[in-house]
Each structure stands twice: as structure tokens, then as C-alpha cells.
């Protein structure tokens, strides 16, 4: 397996999550602090910083250090892998459907006969 395979597999199973992608949710808003992510979500900060752990290592997460304080925020290039991949697939079923359609179209609907 290739190095940005590796990556994609690295961030769906990020994405893959209901509390990483509620993560993702809050820090849309902008970067905050690990205690401030980890106040509505119910669980514990020490559950909370394994998920960042996950979410950082996808690349779609960075944290930084300042003093006793860990800020974290979303990192767009870690989205951007899995928006890629996405719209390759989005591609290539457009260009499937559309050769169906022409086929359709000039085969005089496809009706039965």
C-alpha cells in the first residue's frame, strides 16, 4: 500500500467516529482549547486527547502547545485527501451516467418493444 492510501485509510477511519466528526464539528467554528472541545461532548479529556491523537495523525487536526494549554484547529489539508478522493468517484459515475443517458437517447428511449 502506497503512502497517500495510507493517508486516505488514515482519515476515514477518523472520519469514521460520531465523537471525532462532532470534534470536527466544534472546531469549524474556529481553534480552541482542549477543555473547551472536550465541555459538551460528555466524555472525559483523556478520551478526548486519544481522539485528537487520531484526528492528528489523519491530518485533519493540528494541535500546539502554550504553556499548560493545548489549542487545536483543523487542518484543510487533511480534508482536502478525503475531498479528492471523493470527487474522483463523483467523476467518474457522472461520466458513467452520462454515457448511459446517451446510450438511452440513442437507442429511442430504450422503451420495450
Known sequence: MNEPDSQLDRVFHALGDRTRRAMLERLSAGPMSVSRLT??????????????????ASGLVRTE??????????????????????QERRSAWEE???????LLESDGGGGAR
Open 96 to 102: 458513467r451516467f452520462d454515457r448511459l443517458g446517451d
Open 39 to 56: 465541555e459538551p461532548l460528555g466524555i472525559s479529556v483523556a478520551a478526548v486527547v486519544q481522539h485528537l491523537q487520531i484526528l492528528e
Open 65 to 86: 502547545k502554550s504553556g499548560r494549554v493545548r489549542t487545536c484547529g483543523i487542518d484543510p489539508a487533511g480534508l482536502a485527501i478525503a475531498a479528492k478522493w471523493l
